[in-house]
């Protein structure tokens, strides 16, 4: 897969603007385009999150079930999340605890960069059936795009910028209203993919002869229609008349039992029908608690509002709260949780029910310990609200429920003291729920709770060097969830700190076969293939996270570093070009710059670009080093010092201490150079710093003292794993039998 070419001539993704259906639908079928393989509705009114995904699998997962069996097995997690119809057809391999827990039991919810993992996946189940169809070139038309939920936006940009259009040409039809971003965030922007990867068409307006009953139309169309006469038509009927087409619809999309219609159309039918406060309220209730649970936040939102609009607090208190506090908690995940302070304070002011309380009272000290900025966070009125929490958690009548609410409760408190850097209390309050859950439940209740306590505990004691402990941890929430992608990320993390390469493999292998694609691991894949040595593998992995994120610019960086390494320094320096397009500022990036620069002898470039480096990190160790090299290479040896002696006050590293030592030495410097020189050795015993220490020591009238380091010199000159350069092996050798001969 690659981006939109736009060259004149070539298949590019085609944008069609009119004003109302019938003229995009006739200007559709116009186009000179390849063979249509699905037109497809996302108006979200129809099914909601992924109305189009969900029409588009539909279509085309029973074939690919023939065609592509093993892509449908890989890709089954992402085609249940979009269509659950097809759970008849597509068995769900990969349930976890997460997925299978009852609403009294959900404790944990997911990322809200699920969706965008899920469109990643989507989009390589739709190339590998194209593929697997063989036969030329497709089309694909999104009808309504402007009306789609944003899951089918972030699903249309991502198709859009890694979908070839010689393979599948992507036709988008919307009003001519301009294409704006939805008021909540989103991970990627669908008006700027839509403005980079496609040529715009306009066509003119061409209504469709006005149906007998418009009104009827329109409720029959679900209220996807943008014609305004059907919406005057429809707006002119009495309440009642309404309401009736409303109801009749609703039954008739009921009889066909499948799930996604409860998520847009009968939600929609049963909210304006003749009973709002009943069907309505259930119908939205049940749509808000099954996206609140599939990580659909952005429609989360939007049937808690709808379903506030509906209910009252004193006619229905528990409905109320339920589309306020899953609204509330859709808000800290979509990353603006200041929309949600004021409903918890309006649900205080509402009532005096402890449970509300304490669930406010929670939410609450989540949001001022980890969910607002930086500048609003407050951890000490985080401890207030979670330990009024954990009060009113006490006072639970039910032993077993008292128990879980305790343990929950201070789950949160654990939160804040590791954020308000005192681990070791956290470490003791997770201890202490995990034995009052063993204490008072029964093995098998509430198991994603108390997965989720020992998986916080594993991140405590991560978070301290306790690495033994952390895996023990991490071993047993994979015994008890090993479907839950994060936990193996988790521990390869630990791994490969724990130095444990070829265990952080496996564990980041088997959390890029649990997930739909997610580029953080296979960037920490590619960094452990590139410790053991895979570098082709490594380069190959960072490519992928570059297409599954081009703006990742540490990608950008790693691979250009291995390019180079691998003798392709032209490819290594599109890498640093296109990182430093992203994040012009970016020091590392800015070093390997001026690393490129200098081995090309152009010294004015590359002091240039480290200048930027240290102007973007005055801190940079690396660049300072670098600087001081550069100055070395030249000649200014005095500038080298200086460089390297405050590269040396930011790095403890070796390689910085031992550049510094030769700078000394050549300075006349030599008892401060033997002194770093000590130091490198005892930490690396490396066999340079060994020679280097011998010429100092030779210098300093000390020969004697020399000899073992130059023994040392010749036999790992004559150890090729050791790896000291034949000539100064030969170096030392000859410094070695000059000692001799004095």
């Known amino acids: 897969m690659t981006g939109t070419s736009t060259a004149a001539g070539t298949p590019q993704h085609l944008w069609l603007r009119s004003a109302d259906p019938a003229g995009r639908r006739t200007a559709a079928e116009a186009l000179a385009v390849p063979p249509v393989l699905a037109e497809v509705s996302a108006h979200r009114r129809l099914r909601g999150p992924y109305t189009a995904a969900g029409n588009l699998l539909r279509e085309i997962v029973p074939d690919a079930l023939l065609r592509c069996p093993d892509s449908v097995a890989r890709h089954d997690v992402e085609i249940l999340s979009a269509s659950p119809e097809l759970r008849a057809i597509v068995p769900a391999s990969r349930e976890t605890l997460t997925s299978l827990a009852v609403p009294a039991e959900r404790t944990r919810f997911y990322s809200r960069l699920r969706t965008l993992r899920i469109a990643h996946g989507l989009t390589e189940f739709l190339a590998d059936y194209l593929k697997a169809l063989g036969d030329g070139p497709r089309t694909m038309v ?95 009927l009495a309440p009642d008349a309404r309401a009736l087409l409303h109801d009749t619809r609703r039954q008739v999309l009921e009889l066909s039992g499948e799930p996604s219609l409860a998520l847009g159309a009968i939600a929609w039918h049963a909210e304006h029908g003749s009973d709002p406060a009943g069907a309505g309220r259930k119908a939205l209730m049940h749509a808000l608690n099954y996206c609140m649970d599939m990580g659909f936040y952005h429609a989360t939102v939007d049937y808690g509002s709808r379903g506030r609009a509906l209910t009252t607090f004193a006619d229905d208190p528990d409905a109320w709260w339920i589309f306020s506090t899953k609204m509330t908690t859709s808000y800290a995940a979509l990353g603006i949780p200041d929309e949600a302070l004021p409903i918890y304070a309006q649900a205080r002011a509402a009532t005096d029910s402890p449970s509300i309380h304490m669930q406010a009272a929670y939410a609450t000290a989540m949001l001022y310990t980890r969910h607002l900025d930086e500048d609003h966070r407050d951890h000490v009125l985080a401890r207030g609200w979670i330990n009024q929490a954990i009060a009113l958690a006490r006072l639970h009548g039910a032993p077993k429920e008292r128990a879980m609410q305790t343990a929950f409760n201070r789950n949160g408190l654990a939160l804040i003291e590791v954020r308000d850097k005192r681990p070791l209390e956290a470490l003791k309050l997770l201890d202490e729920s995990i034995a009052l859950l063993d204490e008072a439940l029964d093995p098998g209740e509430q198991g994603l709770h108390r997965s989720v306590l020992r998986y916080n505990r594993a991140q405590v004691h991560n978070a301290i060097g306790r690495y033994p402990e952390a895996l023990a941890d991490y071993a047993a929430v994979i015994e008890l969830d090993p479907n839950y992608a994060e936990y193996w990320f988790d521990r390869g993390t630990i791994r490969r700190k724990a130095d444990q390469l070829e265990l952080a493999l496996a564990d980041f292998e088997q959390a890029i ?46 691979r250009a570093s291995l390019l180079a390494e691998l003798g392709d320094p032209a ?41 930027a480096a240290l102007e973007a990190d005055p801190s940079n160790a690396e660049a300072w080093a670098l600087q001081g090299g550069l100055a070395y290479q030249q000649g ?107």
């Open 571 to 611: 490819a290594a320096w599109l890498d640093v070009e296109a990182g430093l397009r992203i994040d012009p500022k970016h020091a590392q990036l800015l070093c390997l710059k001026g690393q490129f620069h200098a081995a090309e002898q152009d010294f004015e470039a590359a002091g240039r670009a480290l200048s």
């Open 636 to 742: 200014k040896l005095a500038q080298a010092l200086a460089d390297l002696e405050t590269a040396r006050t930011h790095s403890g590293d070796p390689g910085i201490a031992f550049n510094l030592a030769v700078a000394r030495h050549d300075s006349g410097h030599l008892t401060e150079a033997l002194e770093l020189l000590d130091e490198v050795v005892a930490q690396t015993d490396d066999a340079d710093a060994r020679l280097r220490r011998a010429q100092v020591l030779i210098d300093l009238g000390r020969p004697a003292d020399a000899r073992a380091d130059l023994q040392a010199c010749v036999e790992a000159g004559q150890d090729a794993e050791l790896g000291l350069a034949p000539e100064f092996a030969a170096e030392a050798a000859a410094l070695l039998a000059a000692l001799a001969a004095d």
């Open 513 to 558: 076969k649990l997930s739909p694609p997610f580029p953080e691991a296979y960037y920490n894949r590619a960094d452990v293939r590139a410790e053991l040595g895979d570098l082709a593998g490594a380069v190959a992995d960072f490519g992928y996270v570059l297409e599954l994120d081009p703006a990742f610019t540490d990608a950008h960086l790693n």
């Open 142 to 236: 999104v009808q309504d795009l402007h009306h789609a939920d944003p899951t089918d936006r972030e699903l249309v940009a991502v198709l859009l910028r890694r979908m070839d259009p010689v393979v599948l040409t992507l036709v988008l039809t919307t009003g001519t209203e301009a294409l704006t971003e939805p008021d909540t965030p989103v991970a990627v922007a669908l008006s700027e993919a839509v403005g980079t990867h496609c040529r715009r068409l306009d066509r003119a307006a061409e209504p469709a002869p006005l149906p007998a009953e418009p009104a009827r139309r329109f409720v029959e169309e679900d209220g996807t229609s943008d014609d305004p006469r059907l919406l005057a038509a429809y707006r002119s």
